[in-house]
């Protein structure tokens, strides 16, 4: 019983920007958001997560929406070997996935 | 830093046989998941282990499958009898925290153990 929302699928070209949307309008105060991506044959992978404020890492920048009703996911120059599943995940304790959004990096 | 182990990695067994997979998580990590994944589909928590107690298993079949955790270390999942529709990779995963400080909560994978049913 995911509590978010994901396209399917999604292309970008390698080297620009991959911006991956999340919709979770039920979230309540106390859930974060997480990110995880999955490549083929492999266990999910952990990218970055936050509760209110926009955050950064090496891998990837989270921007969440002033009301966390929805977020992005912002891969700043994306590669051929970030094409995966990306999950978006609300939780407080457990972690349930959704489908996913299947990112394809073009050349 | 050693990563989750799981094994065996690939599994074929007959429907009606029974198969059991193992997990070692990352020493410390107090919390321990079970997932099943079906091709195209994305992760489906089945048990969540919090030390060698049950978190939450309401996803587990509980008619065929079985999850232990004894001395919250290593954990086995059991499924018997298998289905066909049981064919997926199951994936365990541990994190360090639950509850009070789910920020530092990231969850580490295991490659995952690959069941074929005939």
């Known amino acids: 019983d995911a509590k978010t929302t994901q396209p399917p699928s999604m292309d970008c070209a390698e080297g620009r920007a991959a911006n991956l949307p999340c919709n979770h309008s039920?979230?309540?105060?106390?859930?974060?958001v997480y990110w995880y991506r999955q490549i083929h044959s492999q266990g999910p992978q952990y990218i970055i997560h936050g509760l209110k404020n926009n955050e950064t890492n090496e891998m990837a920048s989270l921007i969440i929406t002033e009301d966390r009703k929805s977020s992005t996911l912002i891969l700043p120059h994306a590669t051929l070997r970030d094409t995966a599943v990306y999950y978006c995940i609300v939780r407080w304790n457990d972690m349930r996935f959704g489908a996913g959004t299947r990112l394809t990096v073009k050349p | 830093e050693a990563g989750v182990a799981q094994s065996p990695r690939y599994k074929i067994i007959e429907k009606r046989q029974s198969v059991a997979f193992w997990c070692n998580p990352i020493?410390?990590?107090?919390?321990l998941y079970w997932y099943q994944q079906i091709l195209g589909q994305g992760p489906k928590l089945l048990i969540q282990?919090?030390?060698?107690?049950?978190?939450?298993d309401s996803q587990l079949p509980k008619d065929r499958f079985s999850a232990e955790r004894l001395k919250g270390v290593d954990s086995t999942l059991k499924i018997q009898p298998a289905k066909l529709e049981d064919s997926a990779v199951y994936l365990c995963a541990s994190s360090l925290v639950y509850g009070a400080a789910p920020n530092t909560g990231e969850l580490f994978f295991g490659e995952g153990s690959r069941l074929t049913v005939l």
């Open positions: 020493s410390g990590h107090a919390t």
């Open positions: 039920t979230i309540s105060g106390n859930e974060y």
């Open positions: 282990f919090q030390n060698n107690g049950v978190v939450d």
